[in-house]
């Protein structure tokens, strides 16, 4: 007699057998990169610096501190930015999604503001909040909560009716309703806003990092630009990228772990 195996299970092997697999493909990918941009700084193209002298200026970065130092500054107002952007976000789109007169009276003003590019309010943010730490926080803020904002009205909208009439016939409260269904329902797309606010957090960090800022990623690479220091700049994006990637795959394994009950391809 053949034994099947429960889905759960069947699903945890796929990702188990996937797994080498998608790792080497991924180290792959990372030396099919590496290969390429050697051969453009071997051809000179732009005087751009090859891998090695990216390391060695890393390395001098790494070793006087200032690479640590700027790191932890831009990360601090990622993380504060995309913090409050999240935490304002998921109520307000739970508001406008479960209430139709909230979103009436509030989303005109979020699409509004979502045409509006973040970096566009920096000479505002400036003028209102000063030149400290607040008006970059709040740049990073506005580009998190737009982001999270929508994805999780979008995802109370899209629960299915058929859920929410069922638990009516059982005699499910509204609050009930909310908690066991709504929320669970719309989980998925809130944690899908969250990687987008989270990818528009970092990419507004060299903008705002220009409001005299004195340490950071962005302003150490705005520095570099003034001196054509290529390999700062380069240590710059690549840190960037790095940390922001690291930030969306502890994101990616909440999602699986708050969404297992999804079926997965």
Excluded at 38 to 63: C, D, E, F, M
Excluded at 120 to 126: E, R
Excluded at 158 to 184: C, E, H
Excluded at 234 to 262: K, Y
């Amino acid at each position: 007699m053949t034994v099947v195996a429960p889905p759960a299970e069947r699903q945890a092997t796929r990702r188990t057998r996937r797994s080498p697999r998608t790792l080497l493909l991924g180290l792959a990918a990372v030396l099919f990169g590496l290969l390429v941009w050697t051969l453009l700084a071997l051809a000179g193209v732009q005087s751009l610096p090859n891998p090695l002298q990216v390391a060695a200026k890393a390395g001098r970065l790494i070793a006087d501190g200032t690479l640590l130092q700027d790191a932890l500054a831009s990360l601090r107002r990622v993380l504060l930015g995309f913090a409050l952007g999240t935490l304002l976000a998921v109520p307000v789109g739970f508001l406008m999604g479960w209430y139709p007169t909230a979103r009436a009276l509030l989303e005109p003003y979020i699409q509004f503001f979502r045409t509006i590019p973040p970096l566009a309010l920096i000479p505002l943010a400036v003028v209102l909040l000063g030149i400290g730490e607040v008006p970059k926080i709040f740049v990073i803020f506005l580009a998190a909560f737009l982001s999270s904002v929508v994805a999780t009205l979008q995802g109370v909208v899209d629960v299915d009716r058929t859920l929410i009439n069922a638990a009516r016939v059982l005699g499910a409260s509204d609050r009930t309703i909310f908690l066991k269904v709504v929320i669970p329902a719309s989980t998925p797309f809130i944690l899908v806003g969250m990687r987008v606010g989270l990818g528009s957090a970092w990419g507004t960090l060299v903008a705002a990092e220009l409001i005299a800022a004195t340490q950071g990623l962005g302003y150490r690479m705005q520095q570099a630009q003034l001196y054509y220091d290529l390999p700062t700049i380069f240590v710059g994006l690549i840190t960037i990228g790095v940390l922001g990637l690291a930030m969306d795959r502890l994101l990616l394994l909440a999602e699986r772990r708050l969404t297992g009950w999804q079926e997965r391809r």
